[in-house]
């Protein structure tokens, strides 16, 4: 009896609870519009400070369950003011109008362990939002943000399916890049010590490219080091922070964003045609004899035009080469292998939940071919996301993503091979029949349509696991407590096969190779964030952030080489069996960092913005006793819009001064061992006999410390007019101070070099944001966006009173000049026929570069060399026109980068005037004594040795995009939320004075090259 008392008595209570629960939930239900009261789908609305929510449905309707009735909602869209409502208990339907914002005050920006609204920051941020990263239906995300944000300069370094991009934010704080002073630089930028700080859902990673720019929610990047300050030694060199996207409560939706169209090559080099060739040819071997005819005083053009030569010593009479001179048929060997490319894309996505319960996956595929070749990159994604509210105070979830590529390089010479070969030349026997060798002067250069087919293969498969695992307590309104685990696991195999009939292995047995490298990294970071929220009196609030962090990197690899294979069906899979082994090698390495970190805001009555920040960094890569150190930055910002004085200016709209001081740091120039001394095995005589044994390889340094940048940054932003003109503006000075590099010893140490904290290097520099609206009626809009950025980097110190440091081929480290300088003679111009006496002073004859004899000693040598220019640009530039007229929409983007210097592998290999008559040249307007006003030297006489160096400024059209957005009315039949068509070309103009292939990948070493691309994409975007 006791019992069943019991039950009725829980029962009851149970029935009770229900019951005070259903009267204290109340359904708030209505309709959002635009400023045009035209209805709204797929607007985010959300109960402030939950994760509760939903979207409007296709009608722009909404309906959601609010606890007890009271509380407040938010209604957010892109491009939208978000907007909140109060809710009073009673009030059940509302109609909600959102404004379209032209400023985006109050959207979101991250900061590093946390976020903070725009009209709130202190330091320099940008941000890109996921329709604007998405919208040019580019590939890869660098591309994405290339040219829309000052101060951060991307730049491809190869034109090859799948190739990274180098990205720098405010300049090289780095004094020795391993990338720079070499004839050409190399695509692999994990070698670029000066690359910014990815943050990818609170995961490091040190590159982006797996990443899928459809994933991604907000791109938010860090530029001056008051902001980056929060992330201390990893920050030195700015911070991108990514936040993929993630689900709200309300009905599921589906997405899909796909893409298909074709490559084709595109600022094509403008090499010889037959006859061209056959011209220049004869201009050769004329200049043969050039040297000798102003030797004995006759060099003059009618003694010039009177050589006779002999064409037979360069179009050979036993490949039928003469005879197709004869009758003028010629081959266009670049032509043949030239061919158009496949590039699609596909990704589908879903999100929703309900009680408490969120989240969000998708998946993503890519495949990009190349114009020449094999060359191909495929990248499958998958991305998930879950979050659960246990309880009212507690949030558990995951983000995971998941990214696999594979890269085919193809051959890296048969773009070289393509163009070299003259088109005096047969690639088939009058049977058809591949002839193998073409070209009977030089036996090195098998017929290129072998590695067009695969006999050379160079093939990278990379895989990538992240996941952030976290719990979220929130036991008050003005604190929570987020603790997070972030592994990432990276894995990748490097193939590469050199067949029998390629140029590496002409035909030989012996030279065939294969390379089989493997890398695994195990990477890791703990996290745990305390936020503070105080509101202390009315106009006063503080927040305040404590962060502790833990930081853990392994890697491991190996690689073989080996040679000599019986049959190229080997390739790298079965490497044993090539009978030369030359080479088998491991390596494993660690490093951690720990960090403690605290930051605090206070904003006094949404006028003075004040930041502090503190991070105390320890890295096991630097020496004992140096281990650590500590990075502050104080800033202030001033919203002088919301002074009274100037309330009655009505066409302010918006202005603030930031002003703020950082500092951080950096130890990615070195290895995680590099300040100890390490082994390495050496053989000696032991009587008659050779042991092995060890040495010591280098010179430890027990006085190795951080990198630490010091930074100045003053900005303004401006909106007037009603927010259509607004103008932000930037002007920074930043010294890296203890710069990490290699210095020369004297030999009687017996180490020719040791690293340390030898050098200083200064960047400072403006960056302008200018955005206006042109034109805006109810059907028509016109914007204009517009960003620019010069920076200047110069070196101030080099320890030991150094001021002068020649390394590499053209590099140098000197007090005054760029990190990157190139160095060499400055030329002046090029010897004429009356300075035939002044030129032989120098053992030149004219026809030939003139260079300045820079201490007059009548000759030209290393002490004459100067700097002659940077790869760093004097500024780069972009500017979006963004056009809309009802449901159509047009974009032109153009980017820009002025003042780069760079040393061209292609002019060293193609230029007319080297001593190779017999490869097909590209056409410049070289020096004769019939064109003394020709701007490259003479052919053969006026091989310039090293100096190929070229201007390779550039204007690009990066897209030029037209798109169409179904109307709702026909959508609503198919219960479709939305969809857009689009069309896309992009690359598809160059303005350079520059005759490679590409000016943005001109620093590019030869041996890989690949032509640029243009690109023609239709899309389609839907979600239902």
């Known amino acids: 009896m006791k019992k069943f008392k019991f039950k009725l008595l829980m029962l009851a209570l149970l029935i009770g609870l229900s019951s005070s629960s259903w009267a204290q939930t109340l359904e708030v239900s209505g309709v959002v519009v635009d400023?045009?009261?035209?209805?709204?789908?797929?607007?985010?609305?959300?109960?402030?400070?939950?994760?509760?929510?939903?979207?409007?449905?296709?009608?722009?309707?909404?309906?959601?369950?609010?606890?007890n009735g009271t509380g407040t909602i938010v209604f957010s869209f892109v491009g939208f003011e978000t907007q909140e409502i109060t809710l009073d208990g009673k009030k059940t339907s509302y109609q909600v109008q959102l404004a379209t914002s032209s400023i985006g005050l109050n959207e979101v920006v991250a900061i590093g362990y946390g976020t903070v609204k725009k009209s709130d920051l202190t330091g320099s941020v940008a941000s890109i939002s996921a329709e604007s990263l998405t919208e040019m239906r580019k590939t890869d995300i660098g591309q994405a943000v290339q040219g829309r944000i000052s101060g951060v300069d991307v730049r491809k370094v190869s034109s090859k399916p799948g190739a990274?991009?180098?990205?720098?934010?405010?300049?090289?704080?780095?004094?020795?890049?391993?990338?720079?002073?070499?004839?050409?630089?190399?695509?692999?930028?994990?070698?670029?010590?000066?690359?910014?700080?990815?943050?990818?859902?609170?995961?490091?990673?040190?590159?982006?490219?797996?990443?899928?720019?459809?994933?991604?929610?907000?791109?938010?990047?860090?530029?001056?080091?008051?902001?980056?300050?929060?992330?201390?030694?990893?920050?030195?060199?700015?911070?991108?922070?990514?936040t993929t996207k993630s689900g709200i409560e309300g009905k599921t939706q589906f997405t899909y964003d796909g893409s298909f169209g074709i490559n084709s090559a595109v600022n094509v080099p403008d090499m010889y045609n037959g006859d061209e060739y056959v011209a220049f040819v004869d201009d050769f071997l004329r200049a043969n004899e050039w040297k000798r005819l102003v030797g004995e005083g006759n060099g003059t053009a009618a003694a010039y035009n009177a050589l006779t030569v002999d064409p037979t010593t360069e179009f050979q009479t036993s490949n039928e080469e003469a005879d197709n001179v004869a009758n003028r048929r010629y081959t266009d060997w670049a032509d043949k292998f030239r061919k158009t490319g496949i590039q699609t894309s596909h990704t589908v996505g879903m999100s929703g939940g309900e009680n408490g319960l969120v989240y969000n996956a998708s998946i993503g595929y890519l495949k990009d071919e190349g114009v020449i070749g094999i060359e191909q990159y495929e990248r499958y994604n998958a991305t998930a996301s879950i979050s659960k509210k246990v309880t009212d105070k507690v949030t558990v979830g995951i983000k995971t993503y998941f990214g696999y590529s594979e890269r085919e390089e193809g051959s890296k010479e048969l773009f070289r091979s393509s163009l070299r070969l003259s088109p005096t030349v047969n690639p088939y026997t009058s049977e058809g029949e591949v002839i193998l060798l073409p070209d009977d002067q030089d036996q090195r250069f098998i017929n290129p349509i072998y590695d067009a087919n695969g006999s050379w293969t160079v093939n990278t498969r990379k895989t990538e696991v992240i996941a952030n695992f976290y719990v979220d307590v929130k036991p008050t309104e003005w604190f929570n407590f987020r603790s997070s685990f972030a592994p990432n696991l990276s894995s990748s195999r490097y193939g590469e096969y050199r067949g029998l009939l390629t140029k590496a292995a002409r035909n030989d047995q012996s030279r065939t190779r294969a390379y089989y490298n493997t890398t695994f990294d195990n990477t890791y970071s703990w996290d745990n964030i305390a936020n503070f929220d105080f509101s202390i009196k009315e106009g006063h609030n503080l927040k305040a952030t404590v962060i502790s962090?833990?930081?853990?990197?392994?890697?491991?690899?190996?690689?073989?080489?080996?040679?000599?294979?019986?049959?190229?069906?080997?390739?790298?899979?079965?490497?044993?069996?090539?009978?030369?082994?030359?080479s088998a090698t491991s390596?494993?390495?660690?490093?951690?960092?720990?960090?403690?970190?605290?930051?605090?805001?206070?904003?006094?009555?949404?006028?003075?913005?004040?930041?502090?920040?503190?991070?105390?960094?320890g890295s096991s890569k630097l020496a004992e006793g140096h281990k650590w150190a500590f990075f502050p930055s104080a800033a202030f910002a001033w919203r002088l819009s919301e002074e009274d004085f100037v309330q009655d200016v009505e066409w302010l709209d918006n202005l603030k001064v930031r002003l703020s001081y950082g500092e951080s740091g950096n130890d990615k120039t070195i290895s995680a061992y590099n300040s100890m001394g390490k082994l390495s095995d050496s053989n000696y005589l032991s009587g008659s006999n050779i042991l092995s044994g060890k040495t010591i390889a280098n010179m430890s340094n027990d006085q190795l410390g951080w990198e630490i940048s010091k930074e100045y940054n003053l900005g303004f932003d401006l909106g007037v007019f009603s927010n259509k003109v607004r103008l932000s503006a930037e002007y920074y000075n930043k010294k890296t101070e203890g710069s990490i590099l290699g210095r020369e010893l004297m030999y009687i140490t017996g180490y020719a070099s040791a690293i340390g904290n030898y050098g200083s290097v200064r960047n400072s520099g403006i960056e302008i944001d200018l955005n206006t609206v042109n034109i805006r009626t109810d059907d028509f809009t016109w914007e204009t966006s517009l960003n620019f950025a010069k920076n200047v980097n110069e070196i101030e110190e080099i320890d030991g009173g150094v001021d002068n440091l020649p390394y590499g081929r053209h590099g140098v480290l000197k007090i005054g000049e760029a990190t990157d300088a190139m160095y060499s003679y400055e030329k002046v111009g090029i010897w004429q026929l009356n300075e035939v006496a002044e030129a032989n002073v120098y053992n030149a004859v004219p026809g030939m570069y003139k260079y300045v004899d820079q201490n007059d000693d009548g000759v030209i040598n290393s002490e004459d060399k100067v700097v002659i220019g940077s790869h760093s640009p004097?500024?780069?530039?972009?500017?979006?026109?963004?056009?809309?007229?009802?449901?159509?929409?047009?974009?032109?983007?153009?980017?820009?980068?002025?003042?780069?210097?760079?040393?061209?592998?292609?002019?060293?290999?193609?230029?007319?005037?080297?001593?190779?008559?017999?490869?097909?040249?590209?056409?410049?307007?070289?020096?004769?004594?019939?064109?003394?006003?020709?701007?490259?030297?003479?052919?053969?006489?006026?091989?310039p040795g090293e100096w190929h160096f070229e201007d390779m400024s550039f204007?690009?059209?990066?897209?030029?995009?037209?798109?169409?957005?179904?109307?709702?009315?026909f959508l609503n039949k198919f219960n479709?939320?939305?969809?857009?068509?689009?069309?896309?070309?992009?690359?598809?103009?160059?303005?350079t004075d520059y005759k490679g292939p590409d000016p943005e990948t001109g620093l590019q070493n030869s041996y890989g090259m690949a032509y640029s691309v243009r690109t023609v994409l239709f899309g389609l975007k839907l979600k239902l």
């Open 35 to 67: 400023d045009q009261s035209v209805t709204m789908p797929g607007v985010s609305v959300i109960i402030k400070g939950t994760t509760t929510g939903t979207v409007t449905d296709i009608d722009g309707k909404f309906a959601i369950a609010v606890p």
């Open 164 to 242: 990274p991009l180098s990205i720098k934010i405010r300049g090289n704080t780095v004094v020795t890049n391993t990338n720079v002073g070499k004839d050409g630089v190399s695509d692999d930028l994990s070698t670029d010590a000066s690359r910014p700080l990815y943050v990818v859902d609170g995961i490091f990673m040190d590159d982006i490219d797996m990443i899928n720019p459809a994933d991604i929610d907000k791109m938010d990047i860090l530029k001056d080091a008051s902001a980056t300050a929060i992330y201390g030694s990893r920050g030195a060199n700015g911070v991108v922070i990514i």
């Open 549 to 582: 962090s833990l930081f853990y990197n392994q890697m491991e690899g190996s690689g073989i080489e080996n040679r000599n294979f019986d049959s190229d069906s080997y390739s790298y899979y079965n490497i044993s069996n090539g009978t030369d082994k030359r």
């Open 587 to 617: 390596y494993y390495s660690k490093e951690t960092i720990a960090s403690f970190a605290a930051r605090l805001n206070y904003n006094m009555h949404e006028k003075y913005l004040f930041t502090f920040t503190g991070r105390y960094d």
């Open 874 to 943: 004097d500024w780069i530039g972009g500017m979006t026109n963004s056009f809309k007229y009802k449901d159509f929409d047009m974009s032109v983007m153009v980017y820009t980068r002025q003042g780069v210097t760079g040393h061209s592998e292609f002019y060293q290999n193609f230029g007319p005037y080297t001593k190779e008559g017999k490869f097909n040249q590209v056409d410049l307007d070289y020096w004769t004594p019939n064109n003394q006003d020709g701007e490259y030297p003479m052919p053969f006489v006026g091989e």
């Open 955 to 969: 204007v690009k059209v990066g897209n030029i995009g037209l798109g169409y957005k179904v109307p709702r009315t």
């Open 976 to 991: 479709i939320s939305s969809c857009r068509l689009s069309l896309d070309i992009q690359n598809p103009f160059t303005f």
